[in-house]
């Protein structure tokens, strides 16, 4: 058949007439006009025989209850012999309203959900098949009707099941085969309707009665009913009080947050399914593989224009298994849209066809909508109890419908969704011994990395396992009838936790020692314990944290210059002090950091001794100056403005920024005290010492949580501050202009210059890694210009709208010092400028966090500093527009070339220094540079890290330069 000929045929769908015979017997479980009769007159109108006759036929409903809640279905078994006297058996399904139930009738009524289905039906998926076939398309994405009756509401189809469609398991969602393959029959749908509307000069605009809309808010009382039922339930789970009371305050506004996802806004729009899930899906099975081979949707009661969100968010938040819930999201939307993207090209759309990260940025828009899905469809969709599952359950607001609503929560898979109790899988496991020679001597120790995952994704944890000996004669008898486990246990599990809470009832926060995880006395004697090392609690040895093997710093620290003798820091402390008879009774001159801990300058640690009037003082000073040795250091750095900037950022900035957070009541440090700071004849900066405060670098561990909030925490709030300085001056920080692409020829550098032929040398031999060299071939010559461009945006090429603060420059792991609070003190101010909010979140995404915080906690932590970053906005008095998320967001992708220049250039040298080495060795040996990119880690990270990126939309990057 001809496309012409398909078209032409629309008028040709039967429309059933109303009988005019006498009535006959009922079809059970049907409204009272689904009789036999009725059945026989439209299958006498569909195969266009009017002497077809019906000898036997059998009725029942085609869906439990809980299954469907927009209308009535019932599956018909006719047997019947045709004019010519053939018998056959068909069977079909026929869908009608509620009419016998006024209630529901009134509520759905505005919607017009069965006039609108039966228009989709009979005018619009025929035109869209049509489209297909204009660009050889035969596949079949919807059921066909047989009969469309107006005058009833009711629909005919032919009974898919009796061809090997089923419906999948609603409670199980659909595996990643299924979903992709339902995917890529909606992205058809969506193409086609986009073009047909085009085409017919927005002829499918009318739809505009989905579950949200500007002419009813009818369902109202299922939506608001199920986020009260939520907060409810969610209100009992500990932990979980801010999200209840979030989701409380959502209710008065939750209508027109739903309302605002269906306003059809600029961007390409579609005929959205509107009600996309399990249930309307029909699945073929393969019977030798039971891999799904096709699939059928079905049910337009709630078809409507408007974004493709509406379809995707609803079918991904309600349908998939848990695991592509979670994870597989991106995954999908990618595939969904090259499809989308691929059919609309084929034909021939005349709007423009967005990019996959424009298209994610539309998506966004309408996030609301996967937040509602989640949170209030899925749960209804997942049931269990069924007793209640009726219309009138969703729809009212007595007591059995508050308890329907409460049931969906109690379901343990909704539950599961929300809360998953994890189920855990070791991954890996490193066992190192626990404590240096003669730590102990009544136990073994070791110390256990280990990796493990669960649904919420992977993460590690490091535990110290303490046993029994169980080689030397001497240590097992001495201990192996003892009963020091006996006691240890009994100390860890008993009576340390409760001295704990007898401290805390009196007001005293604190703990007495580390958790215990795990404890036993059969078949071994054994203690699993927190490891206090990640947490910066070390034993002591000595004097703390002095290094006394030189290999351990950094070359031209080993001997303080000429000049820093006595006499200059007696100088320094009189400036400071503003104390003439301040006398430098002795100094210790020492290196001040370890090797690997920065390259823009050489540091020592001073002790002094020095008194005032007679008096006896002593200080620890951190004395921080230029390389004077020659070499790559000194010719790197000898021309830079580093100095300039710290000092600057020292004296004027910082401390106004806390006096700024001080009046609103906000007590905070950055930094150390600056006692002293000079350009000529030596560029130095002399600071308070952290260390004796007890702050300390980290060097053996990553950071953890508590301490990246504290760190991203401090640095939104000085952010904030910049940020409303720059509204209301604008030219504040002019003199702030020189970063890291300023240091002159920073870019030319080998392990700047050569780091992205190393990345597409290496990915272009990893089986798993090859495919992407493809995006990165065409950034060979301008990656590195464009991050500049990043980088030095708001200088030239200021943006309207964009969010622009004073960027630390230089946000690394070792660039800070946490105390055991896991409060944070700011290091090494040499590189700060004004740029995109994005910058220093990028950056320290990659030189801050490990692998595994990229990986699973990066949206929270960038959600806790945005948070921050407004509530400070408010406290400081800020009166102009308010940042939003969602911009926030937008920004950090927008300038991915900041990222992309980060994992491929950067990152490899994190993963490096973590590991011990000298990264001055690196900016100086090309094969080094090389190597560093064989890091085992390194390349596992990658493998998620590109995906993602794909799934993103992170290498549409043609469109935008």
Not at 11 to 39: C, F, H
Request: hydrophobic content about 40%; proline content about 4%.
């Amino acid at each position: 058949m001809s496309v012409s000929d398909l078209i032409g045929a629309l008028d040709a769908i039967p429309k059933l007439m109303n009988s005019s015979s006498d009535a006959d017997t009922q079809i059970s479980g049907g409204p009272e006009w689904l009789t036999q009769r009725y059945v026989q007159e439209a299958l006498r109108q569909f195969y266009r025989d009017s002497n077809l006759r019906i000898i036997a036929l059998d009725g029942r409903p085609a869906l439990g209850r809980g299954e469907n809640y927009g209308g009535v279905l019932t599956r018909i078994t006719a047997e019947f012999v045709s004019g010519d006297g053939n018998s056959q058996i068909g069977n079909y399904i026929i869908k009608t309203t509620y009419e016998s139930n006024e209630f529901v009738r009134k509520v759905m009524e505005p919607y017009d959900i069965f006039n609108r289905e039966m228009s989709v039906y009979e005018q619009i998926l025929p035109k869209l098949k049509a489209l297909l076939l204009e660009i050889g398309d035969s596949e079949q994405l919807f059921a066909e009707t047989m009969a469309v009756d107006y005058d009833r509401s009711a629909l005919i189809f032919d009974d898919l099941s009796k061809r090997g469609y089923v419906m999948p398991d609603r409670l199980l969602g659909l595996d990643l085969n299924l979903a992709r393959l339902v995917l890529r029959k909606l992205a058809k749908m969506h193409a086609t309707s986009a073009v047909l509307n085009e085409r017919e000069n927005g002829a499918l605009e009318s739809y505009d009665r989905g579950m949200f809309n500007r002419h009813t808010d009818n369902y109202a009382p299922i939506f608001e009913g199920m986020v009260q039922a939520a907060s409810n339930c969610v209100a009992q789970w500990p932990g979980y009080e801010l999200y209840a009371q979030k989701l409380n305050d959502l209710v008065p506004v939750y209508m027109e947050l739903g309302k605002r996802v269906f306003d059809v806004c600029p961007g390409i729009n579609v005929l959205c399914h509107g009600d996309l899930w399990t249930n309307n899906v029909l699945v073929k099975y393969n019977e030798a593989t039971a891999e799904p081979e096709d699939a059928i949707i079905i049910d337009f009661q709630y078809a409507v224009w408007g974004s493709p969100a509406i379809d995707l968010f609803y079918f991904l938040n309600s349908s998939l298994q848990l695991d592509l819930h979670l994870h597989h999201q991106e995954e999908l939307i990618q595939h969904y849209f090259t499809i989308f993207s691929d059919t609309l090209r084929k034909l021939r759309y005349k709007a423009h066809i967005p990019s996959l990260h424009n298209f994610h940025v539309q998506l966004k828009k309408k996030s609301f909508y996967a937040m509602h899905t989640s949170l209030g469809i899925f749960p209804i969709q997942r049931n269990v109890e069924t007793d209640d599952a009726d219309f009138n359950a969703l729809i009212k607001t007595d007591q059995r419908a508050i308890n329907f609503k409460n049931a969906c929560y109690r379901n343990p898979a909704t539950q599961k969704h929300y809360e998953k109790a994890p189920e855990l899988r070791l991954t890996d496991l490193r066992l190192s011994p626990a404590s240096a020679q003669g730590d102990n001597y009544a136990s073994v120790m070791f110390r256990a990395c280990v990796k493990y995952s669960t649904d919420k994704g992977s993460t590690s944890k490091s535990l110290i396992v303490k046993a029994m000996p169980e080689l030397g004669a001497m240590m097992k008898r001495m201990v192996g009838e003892s009963h020091i486990f006996h006691t240890e246990i009994a100390m860890y599990t008993e009576v340390l936790p409760k001295f704990e809470a007898v401290l805390r009832e009196a007001g005293e926060e604190t703990a007495l020692c580390a958790p215990c995880i795990y404890h036993s006395l059969e078949p071994r004697q054994l203690l699993i314990l927190r490891d206090l090392l990640p947490l910066g609690y070390q034993c002591l040895n000595g004097i703390p944290f002095i290094m006394t093997d030189n290999i351990n710093y950094n070359s031209d620290e080993l001997e303080a210059p000429a000049w820093l003798d006595e006499q200059f820091l007696q100088n320094a402390l009189v400036e400071h002090f503003k104390e003439p008879s301040l006398i430098v009774t002795s100094s210790e001159i020492s290196p001040a950091s370890a090797r690997g801990d920065h390259y823009a300058s050489v540091m020592f640690r001073a002790h002094v001794q020095y008194s005032i009037h007679k008096r006896k003082f002593s200080k620890s000073l951190i004395i921080k100056t230029m390389p004077e040795a020659d070499g790559h250091k000194k010719e790197f750095l000898g021309d830079s403005k580093i100095f300039q900037t710290e000092i600057a950022m020292f004296t004027q900035v910082l401390p106004k920024f806390q006096a700024i957070l001080r009046e609103a009541g906000e007590e905070i440090t950055f930094c150390a005290t600056c006692v002293y700071h000079s350009l000529h004849p030596k560029k130095v900066m002399i600071f308070e010492d952290l260390l004796p405060q007890g702050y300390q670098v980290i060097r053996n561990r990553f950071v953890n949580i508590n301490e990246l909030r504290s760190v991203l925490g401090k640095l939104a709030k000085w952010q904030a501050v910049s940020f409303k300085l720059l509204k209301d001056q604008p030219g504040i920080f002019d003199e702030l202009k020189f970063d890291l692409t300023t240091i002159p020829n920073f870019l030319g550098q080998d392990f700047m210059k050569d780091a992205l032929p190393n990345f597409i040398d290496m990915i272009s031999q990893e089986e798993n890694l090859k495919e992407y060299r493809k995006y990165f071939e065409p950034m060979r010559e301008n990656l590195l210009l464009r991050w500049q461009e990043v980088i030095r945006e708001y200088r030239e090429n200021r943006q309207d709208n964009a969010y622009y603060v004073l960027c630390h420059g230089d946000i690394h792991i070792r660039n800070m010092m946490f105390n055991k609070d896991s409060d944070c003190m700011l290091l090494d101010f040499q590189l700060s400028y004004i740029g995109s909010i994005a910058n220093d979140l990028h950056y320290a995404k990659y030189m801050l966090l490990s692998a595994n915080d990229r990986k699973d906690n990066c949206d929270a932590l960038l959600y806790y500093y945005f948070d921050t970053f407004v509530k400070t906005l408010s406290k400081i008095g800020y009166q102009g527009e308010m940042p939003r998320l969602t911009h926030f967001r937008n920004q950090i992708f927008d300038r991915r070339y900041s990222d992309i220049m980060l994992f491929t250039i950067f990152l490899p040298g994190a993963y490096n220094m973590r590991k011990g080495d000298d990264p001055a060795k690196l900016l100086q040996d090309k094969n080094l540079l090389k190597q560093l990119y064989q890091d085992e880690d390194y390349k596992q990270e990658l493998e998620y890290l590109l995906p993602r990126m794909l799934h993103l939309g992170y290498f549409d990057l043609q469109e935008e330069k």
